[in-house]
């Protein structure tokens, strides 16, 4: 169904394919959804897009977080998507990951069964996107 984003303002017209669940414009979502397409969500606060995942069966995934309650929801991302806006998910996503790069080189640590330690700044976010490029 047709709707007007609550976020941008923009008039989101009907998918067609799909039943359509963002606003392609600024991938705003609505919280209505207990499971998609039933609207027996009671909180309808806004879900603001986070995040990117790829998905093996459904492509690319935008990951939101209700603004009102916190729950995380995931949308998969419409042929008509602003694709500028989608990628510009992974880039703030990189970015959460520069400021958490400790945790990074614990778990790659851990994983690995040997020290990763990385003190310069500079090279903490070399090393941290060279392992989300290895990633994707």
């Known amino acids: ?9 923009n008039k989101v017209p009907k998918l067609g394919y799909s039943c359509r669940n963002h606003c392609p414009v600024c991938l705003y979502s609505k919280h209505v959804d207990v499971n998609p397409g039933d ?7 806004l ?12 492509g690319y995934v935008i990951i939101s977080k209700c603004k ?3 729950a995380i929801r995931k949308n998969k991302v419409a042929e008509d998507d602003d694709m500028e806006k989608v990628i510009s998910l992974s880039a703030k996503q990189i970015k959460s990951w520069e400021e958490g790069t400790d945790a990074v080189c614990c778990q790659i640590s851990k994983k690995f069964e040997t020290n990763v330690s990385v ?3 500079k090279r903490k976010k070399r090393f941290v996107l060279s392992v989300f490029s290895m990633l994707f």
């Open 39 to 45: 609207r027996a969500e009671s909180c309808h606060g």
């Open 68 to 70: 009102k309650c916190g």
């Open 1 to 9: 169904e047709e709707f007007i984003c609550e976020n941008c303002g």
């Open 47 to 58: 879900l603001e897009p986070i995040g990117l995942e790829i998905n093996n069966k459904k």
């Open 119 to 121: 003190p310069d700044k």
